[in-house]
């Protein structure tokens, strides 16, 4: 049997070290992990609540409309309903996109270093991926525009950018937008859109109306804390939302993800509590690792990238031994750094110690 030719450059995504695979490695017992930018908060209680209640019918195929979780979403949004296309996380739906808009002799313009999926499936569909560098951890508006020509079909710009942090302003997204052909999509990437500090929040998705060509994704599995539950969501024309639930699997979501998801809109105080904490944990080890005279990036996610005098790679094992898992610069596509997700009060003050430790 023989896979397209483009596959035998190509290799599976690797996971982050995950926790028993750490434990058995080093012997430990007690594993913090920092690295996947998951919510150390748990998920709502009203969520734990209703889950046992989900467990009849699990013979039965879920609603492949998603009907619940598409009604209450789309009146919280304002917008219909059929702009709406769920996913198995929003990972999935960069796959859709990229299925349903790129084949061989298209190109699609994105950032480097940012989340690498929008490069990875354009790749298995035979597009030419333009990557733009990075300045100081924000989008290179300017050279992305100049470099969309009559075969780009998409540009994909990550919104809080994974790994570094930074967003996009509202401002130059409107002008990214209006220079952008309209021919041209525009993948706006928020996956940590609820982590964003409410003064500078964008409210992108109020702009589709004015620009059709845009598509914003956001996901459940970040503040929501409903990562294993995979469920995300895009919102677009309803022409571009055809095209793109054409091109989507039928029954993608589960029952149990569709109605955890629609529950998870409701709890309110867990959302802030979420988002409150962040900021606060945030800021106090912003001000750690200025003391230890190490820089970052601007972030306004829930995570940190920061910057080493040493690889990533060094610090990331020294603090697997202590019993904490981060993300290397190495593997993110930015060396001399670490990705940190940001976690309890009591677990970023003990990761700080540590990494005083390793720098002394």
């Given at each position: ?89 929003s990972d999935e739906i960069i796959d859709i996109i990229c299925r349903t808009y790129l084949e061989p002799g298209t190109n699609t313009v994105t950032a480097t270093p940012t989340f690498p999926q929008y490069r990875h ?48 302003s509202r401002d130059k997204l409107i002008d990214f937008l209006e220079r952008c052909p309209s021919e041209v999509m525009v993948v706006l990437d928020e996956a940590y859109f609820e982590y964003i500090e409410k003064s ?126 981060v993300r290397s610069g190495e593997a993110l596509g930015h060396p001399n750094g670490v990705r940190i997700t940001i976690g309890s009060e009591e677990q970023m003050n003990e990761l700080a110690s540590h990494m005083k430790?390793?720098?002394?």
């Amino acid at each position: 049997m023989q896979a397209k030719k483009v596959f035998q450059s190509m290799a599976p995504y690797t996971p982050g070290k995950q926790i028993e695979e750490v434990k058995k490695a080093y012997g430990l017992t007690k594993i913090v992990k920092l690295a996947s930018n998951e919510n150390p908060f748990g998920y709502s209680d009203k969520v734990k609540q209703a889950i046992p209640t989900m467990l009849d019918d699990l013979e039965k195929y879920p609603d492949g409309n998603a009907s619940v979780l598409r009604e209450k979403l789309a009146s919280r949004l304002d917008i219909a309903q059929e702009q709406l296309i769920f996913g198995c996380g929003s990972d999935e739906i960069i796959d859709i996109i990229c299925r349903t808009y790129l084949e061989p002799g298209t190109n699609t313009v994105t950032a480097t270093p940012t989340f690498p999926q929008y490069r990875h499936n354009a790749v298995i569909q035979g597009a030419d991926v333009k990557e733009i560098p990075l300045i100081d951890g924000y989008h290179n508006l300017e050279a992305m525009l100049q470099q969309i020509d009559e075969q780009t079909r998409v540009v994909w710009l990550c919104s809080p950018n994974n790994p570094t942090g930074s967003l996009i302003s509202r401002d130059k997204l409107i002008d990214f937008l209006e220079r952008c052909p309209s021919e041209v999509m525009v993948v706006l990437d928020e996956a940590y859109f609820e982590y964003i500090e409410k003064s500078s929040n964008p409210n992108s998705i109020g702009l589709i109306e004015q620009y059709t060509n845009l598509v914003v994704l956001h996901t459940f599995s970040k503040a929501y804390g409903l990562a294993n539950l995979r469920v995300g969501y895009g919102v677009a024309s309803q022409k571009v939302a055809t095209l793109l639930n054409i091109a989507r699997g039928p029954f993608n979501t589960t029952t149990i993800s569709q109605r955890s998801a629609a529950i998870s809109l409701d709890d309110a105080d867990f959302l802030e509590k979420t988002y409150q904490e962040n900021l606060t944990n945030k800021k106090a080890f912003m001000k750690e690792c200025e003391e230890m005279g190490l820089s970052y990036y601007d972030s306004e996610a829930n995570f940190l990238f920061v910057k080493l005098p040493t690889s990533g790679d060094a610090l990331t094992e020294y603090l697997l031994k202590q019993g904490f898992i981060v993300r290397s610069g190495e593997a993110l596509g930015h060396p001399n750094g670490v990705r940190i997700t940001i976690g309890s009060e009591e677990q970023m003050n003990e990761l700080a110690s540590h990494m005083k430790a390793f720098l002394s």
